[in-house]
């Protein structure tokens, strides 16, 4: 996974950029359309499911005549 670290003006990373990146984020091949419940049913800590990247295969067009 690619991750993009920006600095701030005191050479500190930026997590928010980095989380946004990661949001997004989905194997190649693949985009990410929507989000879904984690298949593996974890939980955030105010106890709701997690939701993940609903990732689909990108569908090559065949433009043959």
Do not use: H, Q
Not at 27 to 47: F, Q
């Amino acid at each position: 996974m690619k991750e993009v670290e920006l600095l701030d003006v005191d050479g500190n990373v930026n997590l928010k950029i980095k989380k946004m990146a990661k949001r997004f984020s989905c194997w190649k091949g693949y985009k990410a359309v929507g989000k879904k419940k984690s298949p593996s049913g974890k939980k955030t800590k105010s106890g709701r499911t997690k939701m993940v990247n609903n990732c689909v295969k990108i569908k090559k067009i065949n433009y043959d005549i």
